[in-house]
C-alpha cells in the first residue's frame, strides 16, 4: 500500500517477567480497512490492545497514528486523536440508564466537563446523539433501562456504542462478540458492516464467521508476533496458519 | 415513602428549622437551639464528605482537617485581632465577610495541595494516606504553641462581626447556619446534576472505562475534592464560631471517623442522608447517656458507647443506604 497507514506499529514489545507478550511486533492498518486480529489464546491480542489505547506502556518500538508518534501520548488524549477502543469484558457504568451511559460517552467529545451548574440530564443536545448511536446498536428501546439490567448481548451493543459515539477514526475492538448468541452476533457484523468506510477498526475476534464475513485483512499472531498477515482467502489456504490456528476446524 | 417525596420532606424540614428556636423556646429549653446548630455545621461538612465519597468514590479518612483549617483561620485571626498583635505583617480581624472566605480558601488550597497527592493513589492506600496527612495537620496544629497547642484557642473577642447581622446572638447565629446548609446543600445538589456531576459518578462505577472515553480521571477527582475540602472548610469556620474554641481535636482522627460514619448512617451518596446522619449521630451522642442516666442505668450512662457502636452497626447492616433508605423507597429497584 503505497499511502501512509492510519495506524503504523513498529517493533512493539512487552514482556511480563520471561513471558514475551508482545514480540518486536510491526503491523500498519490502512485508512478504512478493516483488519482483523486472531490467534490463540494467550497470543498477545489484548495486550497488544492496552498498549495501543495507552494503558500499558511499551518496552519497546513506536506507535505512529495518523502520522504522529503517540507512543508516549497519554490514555485518556487518545480518544481525542480518534483511538477509540472496546473492551473485551464489558465495561459499562451499571447504574446509569443505557441512555446515560451513552450520553456521557459522548459528553467526552463535546470540550472539558467541568460545568458545575446545569443539568445534564436536561442536555437534548447531548440525549439526542445517543439516541441516534442506540438506534444503530438496536438498544432505542432500552434508553430508560438500567444499565445493569441488560441481557449480556444487550450490554455488549451498548459497549459499542459506547465507542461509536466517540466518532472514532480507528476503533479497536476487543472481541465485540464474546459470548453473543448467533442472531446477535450476525447483527453486530451488520453494524459494524454498514461502518466499513467510515470507520477503520482493528478487530479482535474468535467468531471465525465473524471475521471471515468482515475482515478486509486478516494476521495472524502467535506468541506475540505476526506469522502472518494477508487477505482473508490468503489466509484460509496459509500452511503455517492452519497449522498453528486454524487446525482442524477450519476444512474448506 | 417513595423517592419522589423527598423534596417535600425537604420543604417541610426546612420549615421545621425555620420554626425551631420559637418552638425550643416555647419549650423551655432556648440551648436546645445551639445543639441544632452544631447539628447543621455538621451536617454540611457531612455532606461534603459525601459528594467525594457517595459520589466521586472516594473514601477520604481525613475530612476533618479541613474542618481543622477553617476553624483555624478563624480562631488564629480572632486571637490577633485581640492580641492586636500582627500576623505575617497583617492585623487580625474579626470581621467576617474577610475571615470567612478566608478559611474557605484556604481549606480548599490545604484540599488541592493534599488530594494531589491522595489522589496519586486508590483504595485502601488512598484510605490511609488521607488518614496519615490528617494526622499530620493534627500534630502541626498541636505544635503551634502560641495559639494554644494541645489545649486550644479560646476565641475571646466572640464571634466574627458581621454587617447587620448580630453573630452573637444564638438564633440569629442559627439562622446564619441554616442559611449556609440550605445553600450548601443546593449547591452540591446542581453538582451532582451537572456534567461535571455525571462524570464524577462515571468515575465512581467504573474509572478504568473514563479514561477510556477520553476523561482525564484525575483533574476531576481532584476538582471534587477541593468542592469538598472547601465545604468542609466552611463548617469549620462556622464550627470555630458556633463554640468560640478550637483545639487540635477538631482535626483528631476520630473526628474524621464521626464525619464518615455520619454519611454512613444518614445514607452514602444521597446528599440527605448526612444531614439525617449528622442529627443522628450528635443527638445520641448527647442524649443516649441522659436517657441512660435518668434510668439511672449508671453503667451503660458512663459507657454509652456500648450501644451507640451496636446501634450504628445495625443500621448500617440492615438498612441499605442507612437512615435515607429507611425513608425512602428506590424507584426502580436497582443498586
Known amino acids: 500500500?503505497?499511502?501512509?497507514?492510519?495506524?503504523?506499529?513498529?517493533?512493539?514489545?512487552?514482556?511480563?517477567g520471561a513471558l514475551r507478550a508482545t514480540d518486536d511486533l510491526s503491523l500498519d492498518v490502512a485508512e478504512g480497512e478493516i483488519h482483523a486480529l486472531i490467534g490463540p489464546n494467550g497470543a498477545g491480542k489484548t495486550t497488544l490492545v492496552n498498549q495501543l489505547s495507552g494503558e500499558l506502556a511499551p518496552d519497546a518500538g513506536r506507535i505512529v497514528f495518523d502520522g504522529r508518534d503517540i507512543t508516549r501520548i497519554r490514555a485518556h488524549e487518545r480518544p481525542h486523536l480518534g483511538l477509540v477502543r472496546s473492551f473485551q469484558i464489558t465495561s459499562i457504568f451499571p447504574e446509569f440508564t443505557t441512555l446515560e451511559n451513552v450520553a456521557l460517552s459522548a459528553q467526552s467529545r463535546t470540550g472539558h466537563s467541568f460545568h458545575f451548574f446545569w443539568p445534564v440530564a436536561g442536555d437534548e443536545n447531548l440525549n439526542d446523539i445517543a439516541r441516534q448511536t442506540l438506534s444503530s446498536v438496536g438498544l432505542e428501546a432500552d434508553a430508560g433501562r438500567p444499565a445493569h439490567a441488560l441481557s449480556h448481548g444487550q450490554q455488549r451493543r451498548l459497549e459499542l456504542a459506547m465507542a461509536l459515539v466517540l466518532k472514532p477514526r480507528l476503533l479497536l475492538l476487543d472481541e465485540p462478540m464474546a459470548g453473543m448468541g448467533p442472531d446477535e452476533s450476525a447483527f453486530v457484523v451488520d453494524v459494524l458492516s454498514n461502518l466499513r468506510g467510515t470507520?477503520?477498526?482493528?478487530?479482535?475476534?474468535?467468531?471465525?464467521?465473524?471475521?471471515?464475513?468482515l475482515a478486509d485483512r486478516i494476521t495472524v499472531l502467535v506468541y506475540g508476533r505476526p506469522i502472518a498477515s494477508g487477505t482473508p482467502e490468503a489466509i484460509r489456504s496459509d500452511p503455517a496458519v492452519?497449522?498453528?490456528?486454524l487446525g482442524d476446524e477450519e476444512a474448506a | 415513602m417513595p423517592a419522589a417525596y423527598e423534596k417535600p420532606f425537604l420543604i417541610a424540614g426546612l420549615i421545621l428549622l425555620i420554626a425551631f428556636p420559637y418552638i425550643a423556646e416555647a419549650l423551655g429549653n432556648a440551648y436546645f437551639t445551639s445543639t441544632v446548630s452544631?447539628?447543621?455545621?455538621?451536617?454540611?461538612?457531612?455532606?461534603?464528605?459525601?459528594l467525594i465519597l457517595g459520589y466521586g468514590g472516594m473514601v477520604s479518612f481525613g475530612h476533618a482537617a479541613y474542618l481543622g483549617v477553617g476553624a483555624y483561620v478563624v480562631a488564629i485571626l480572632s486571637f490577633h485581632f485581640y492580641d492586636g498583635s500582627a500576623l505575617f505583617g497583617l492585623p487580625g480581624t474579626e470581621f467576617a465577610p474577610i475571615v470567612w472566605p478566608l478559611g474557605v480558601v484556604l481549606s480548599a488550597l490545604a484540599a488541592l495541595v493534599l488530594g494531589a497527592l491522595c489522589l496519586r493513589t486508590s483504595g485502601i492506600y488512598f484510605i490511609m494516606i488521607t488518614l496519615a496527612f490528617a494526622q499530620m495537620l493534627f500534630f502541626f496544629f498541636v505544635s503551634l504553641q502560641r495559639y494554644g497547642g494541645d489545649d486550644g484557642l479560646f476565641m475571646f473577642a466572640g464571634r466574627s462581626h458581621m454587617p447587620f447581622i448580630d453573630l452573637d446572638d444564638d438564633t440569629t447565629f442559627y439562622y446564619v447556619c441554616v442559611a449556609f446548609l440550605v445553600g450548601f446543600y443546593v449547591l452540591c445538589r446542581a453538582i451532582v446534576a451537572s456534567r461535571f456531576g455525571r462524570v464524577l459518578q462515571g468515575i465512581r462505577q467504573n474509572e478504568r472505562r473514563m479514561t477510556m472515553l477520553g476523561y482525564p480521571v484525575y483533574r476531576y477527582k481532584l476538582a471534587a475534592f477541593v468542592i469538598a475540602g472547601a465545604g468542609a472548610g466552611l463548617a469549620g469556620v462556622l464550627l470555630a464560631n458556633h463554640t468560640k474554641f478550637v483545639s487540635p481535636d477538631i482535626l483528631h482522627w476520630t473526628k474524621s471517623g464521626d464525619i464518615l460514619i455520619m454519611v454512613i448512617l444518614g445514607g452514602i451518596g444521597t446528599l440527605t442522608g448526612p444531614i439525617l446522619g449528622s442529627a443522628a449521630f450528635l443527638l445520641l451522642e448527647e442524649y443516649l447517656p441522659v436517657i441512660f442516666g435518668d434510668l439511672s442505668m449508671d453503667l451503660l450512662k458512663d459507657h454509652w458507647r456500648i450501644v451507640f457502636g451496636p446501634m450504628l452497626i445495625l443500621i448500617v447492616l440492615f438498612a441499605r443506604r442507612g437512615l435515607y433508605g429507611m425513608l425512602f423507597r428506590r424507584e426502580n429497584g436497582d443498586g
Do not use: N, Q
Open chain 1, 1 to 16: 500500500m503505497a499511502e501512509t497507514p492510519l495506524l503504523r506499529i513498529e517493533g512493539l514489545a512487552k514482556s511480563f
Open chain 1, 199 to 213: 470507520v477503520t477498526m482493528l478487530l479482535i475476534e474468535h467468531d471465525m464467521d465473524a471475521v471471515f464475513a
Open chain 1, 242 to 245: 492452519r497449522e498453528a490456528y
Open chain 2, 38 to 50: 452544631r447539628i447543621l455545621i455538621f451536617a454540611i461538612a457531612a455532606i461534603s464528605l459525601d
